[in-house]
């Protein structure tokens, strides 16, 4: 009888062995699996514009211009523009703009932008994100129909380390803006990051 209990430990004791071994192989031999995160964005937040310096690391408004209509505009926009070559333009928000808009003349409205990398870089995903940023415009004509909050269109102008620059601009559908003889107008543009 000892001599079975001593049989019957012995086993016990080789099963449980064999059944830890069994278990810390399963798990020691388990794949490692590297888990990839998005970075969660959930509202737009309008962005406030200032003057062509948005300051030291900071995401904003460069210039708007009213420039010669351009029938390539994709093409035309994804580059610096000079002001020397814009009917009118501003360095700044508020205020009027330098120049002069001829009347029965077609032109477009142009915004460039800066954007910083805590606002237009996916970190988990090492990419840029066009779709993280947007413009919008508003022009009050005085004698033409207003444009009111519309979209405007964006175009990559280049890609630093720590920026990305766009141009955004609107056409009129590709006809492109007129104004009448001693009419003004007045701009509100809005830049939104989604946060």
Known sequence: MKTE???LCMLTAII???TSAVMIMSVVMQPVVEQQTMEVRDEWVEHPLGDADPGAGNTGFMYIMVYPHQADPGTAYASNLSNA?????SD?????????????????????????????????????????????????????????????T?????????????????????????????????????????E
């Not at 070559?85 to 333009?89: G, L, P």
């Not at 720590?162 to 003004?184: H, P, V």
């Open 5 to 7: 209990i001593k049989t």
């Open 16 to 18: 449980a062995g064999l």
């Open 85 to 89: 070559t814009a009917h009118e333009f």
């Open 92 to 152: 700044s928000t508020s205020g009027e703009l330098t120049g002069e808009t001829p009347f029965n003349t077609a032109v477009d409205y142009v915004m460039k932008v800066r954007v910083n990398k805590t606002d237009g870089y996916n970190e988990s995903g090492s990419s840029w994100e066009n779709g993280w940023v947007r413009a919008n415009i508003t022009i009050d004509f005085d004698y033409a129909s207003d444009v009111s909050d519309l979209g405007m």
């Open 154 to 194: 964006e175009v990559e102008i280049g890609t630093g380390s720590d920026y990305r620059w766009y141009n955004y601009y609107i056409n009129n559908a590709g006809s492109g803006y007129q104004i009448t003889k001693g009419e003004t107008f007045d701009i509100t543009q809005t830049f939104d990051v989604y």
